[in-house]
């Protein structure tokens, strides 16, 4: 009678890289690797962290929007990221671990956020730059992650990136709209654009030589680019567009390289990137003591929730 053969573990493992070398897509039920759901875990789940903190810095604009189309985009935008979060934990949940774990890891300073959110929006420039540079540095990102092997995050990636497009476009106009507007409001979106700019671009992670995750990322095509490249596709992109509305990057190295055909820019100030993600950036405290506020005063509608599930679905 043939033995059955019995599959071990590097058997496994080597079945599962044949798989992501062929493009397959890795679904929840499948058997991955615990290093593969593991480095997954961790960057969905800070990955939604990030969309909902994100909410505070424009949250905070609602209220003094210029008009009321301004405001019901900037709502929209503000539940389009709530939307993203939910989703994103969501699929962070096929891989068998509990939303509140999530929620409680990031609480208590176990999990990251995007260091972008720890600056402060001091004006309505602000927001036209977050949704011009951030979420534009978020559209490059994802649109790589909608092709990643994993596929209930691939799959999310898909509808948060149109969403995305859509808090691009409304970014980009609102600080058009001001660069044809008086010399005050030039100056304000040239000062918001002076303190997003470098923030933005450490969003795509640290230089790649400092990358610790990258290279198992990229292996197993959860990472499709390493930050270097991803970081140099945004920075083709927006430059284009800065100078389509007079706006001057904070950069005097930023240079169209005629060799390479990608422009040539300046250095990040690692340090503040290093003290940003330490949690000494210019708002980290501020929200870290929202998001805890929010879920000690938030419980009551968990709890609620809960009882009518269980009430009504069960
Ligand atoms: N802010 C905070 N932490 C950062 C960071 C940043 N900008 N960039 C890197 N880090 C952390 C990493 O989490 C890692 O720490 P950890 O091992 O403790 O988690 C460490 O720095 C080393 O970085 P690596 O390059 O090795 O880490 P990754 O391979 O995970 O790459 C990443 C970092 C590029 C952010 C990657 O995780 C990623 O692409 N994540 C998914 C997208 C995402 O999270 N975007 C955040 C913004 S959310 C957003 O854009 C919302 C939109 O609506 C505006």
Known sequence: ?????????????????????????????????????????????????????????????????????????????????????????????????????????????????????????????????IGWLVDGAAIVNQTALAKCSYGPYARAMVRICKEENFHHKQGYQILAIMMQGSAEQRQMVQDAINRFWWPSLMMFGPSDTDSPNSAELMRWKVKLYSNDELRQRFIDRTVPQAEAIGIKLPDDKLKFNETTRHYDWGEINWDEFKQVVSGNGPCNKQRMKARKDAEVNGHWVREAASAYAAKHYN
């Not at 690797?33 to 962290?49: C, D, F, G, T, V």
């Not at 985009?73 to 509140?100: C, F, M, N, P, W």
Request: hydrophobic letters at 40%; zero cysteines.
């Open 1 to 129: 009678m043939e033995a059955t053969k019995i599959f071990t573990e590097s058997d496994r493992e080597e079945q599962f890289l044949a798989r992501i070398d062929a493009g397959e897509i890795i679904e929840p039920k499948d058997w991955m690797p615990e290093k593969y759901r593991k480095q997954l875990i961790r960057m969905m789940s800070q990955h939604a962290h990030s969309e909902i903190v994100g909410m505070l810095p424009e949250g905070n604009w609602i209220t003094r929007a210029p008009s009321l189309a301004r405001k019901a985009s900037l709502i929209a935008k503000v539940q389009d990221e709530a939307g993203h979060g939910l989703y994103i934990y969501s699929a962070t949940e096929t891989l068998g671990i509990d939303r509140q774990e999530l929620v409680d890891q990031f609480l208590h300073g176990k999990a990251k956020y995007s260091s972008i959110f720890n600056y402060p929006t001091l004006n309505w420039a602000d927001i036209g730059a």
